[in-house]
């Protein structure tokens, strides 16, 4: 008999889409003042495995108990998309970023501005405690957050600051530019790390309100593309209108397109996330 078996091997070299995990519930291992308004809580738990290592920066959903709830009760994933609890379940679901995620501890870290005691994520972090439970989903959003280039542009305010630092970690030796980080004042300083030759200039809002100043589009308007500079791309992320100028400011005077410019608009003054999040979402899905 002949036992000459010929097999066909057929390989998918298409990258295979990222399975959809469902949301994790993860508690509070620790809760520290970074900065005079920052709060970095880190989270862990057995539904933390998994959680990719390569995303720092990136979005996250979070999950807020109910005032009668020690822990939220999660949506999950049907067949054809998420299922929510009841409403008088369902939890407070904000957007906020991966400082990051250290795999040797399996621990996720996710910095908080403190901008009032009355918001449901604000005064959660300013609260928690070791035991307390929050759930994540993601994370998600652009990958890579930051399109590629010799020169970068970088501006947001305290919301942006933990992805700010993340890219910063990330960014390689090469790359140049700038980045404008938006604070009060010096109590809002955090070390940044990076080994990218990158500009870091803190700018100072004193009085004015969050969300009212144009310091970042004033100070993006002051520099110039170096001559030799062959690629660009260009990070905006904060305040809506600050975020919206500065996009347009970006697309006329660089003629930027949408791959080379993230301007997402963290939050708008006088609306609560519930409030924003459809304008969020229209401004998003601009066409450049
Ligand atoms: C993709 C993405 C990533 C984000 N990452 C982070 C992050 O890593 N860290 C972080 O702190 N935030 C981050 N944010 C912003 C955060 O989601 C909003 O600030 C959110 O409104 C906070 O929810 P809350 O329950 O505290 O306040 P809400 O109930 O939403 O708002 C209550 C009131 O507070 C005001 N407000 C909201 N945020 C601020 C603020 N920062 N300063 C002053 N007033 C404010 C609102 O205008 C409203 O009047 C991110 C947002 C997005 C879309």
């Not at 449901?120 to 994370?139: H, N, Q, R, T």
């Not at 700038?178 to 004042?185: L, R």
């Not at 004033?218 to 209108?241: F, L």
């Amino acid at each position: 008999m002949n036992s000459h078996v010929t097999t066909a091997v057929i390989r998918n070299t298409a990258k295979p889409a990222p399975k959809r995990t469902p949301p994790r519930l993860l508690q509070v291992v620790k809760s520290e003042r970074i900065s005079a308004h920052m709060q970095r809580i880190t989270l862990a738990g057995e539904a933390i495995k998994g959680f990719p290592d390569d995303r720092n920066g990136a979005h996250i959903k979070v999950f807020l108990p109910l005032a009668h709830q020690d822990k939220p009760v999660l949506p999950t994933l049907g067949p054809t998309g998420v299922i929510w609890p009841p409403k008088e379940e369902k939890p407070i679901t904000r957007t906020y970023s991966v400082r990051k995620y250290h795999p040797e501890r399996e621990e996720l870290e996710i910095d908080f501005v403190l901008h009032g005691a009355d918001s449901p994520a604000s005064g959660w972090a300013l609260k928690a405690e070791p035991g307390d439970f929050l759930g994540v989903a993601g994370p998600g959003g652009p990958d890579p957050l930051l399109a590629p280039a010799d020169w970068h542009i970088i501006a947001g305010d305290m919301t942006a600051l933990p992805a700010i630092a993340a890219l910063l970690e990330e960014l390689p030796e090469h790359a140049t530019g700038y980045v404008f980080i938006e604070v009060t004042d010096e109590t809002e300083h955090q070390p940044l790390v990076t080994r990218s030759a990158v500009e870091i200039h803190w700018l100072y809002r004193g009085n004015l309100v969050a969300g009212k100043s144009t310091l970042q589009l004033d100070a993006i308007k002051q520099i110039e593309k170096p001559v030799n500079i062959k690629t660009m791309s260009a990070w905006v992320a904060g305040e809506n209108s600050a975020v919206v100028n500065i996009r347009n400011y970006l697309k006329s005077k660089y003629g930027l397109t949408k791959k080379q410019l993230y301007a997402v608009p963290y939050w708008r003054y006088g609306f609560n996330e519930e409030g924003y999040h459809e304008e969020r979402h229209r401004v998003m899905d601009e066409k450049y």
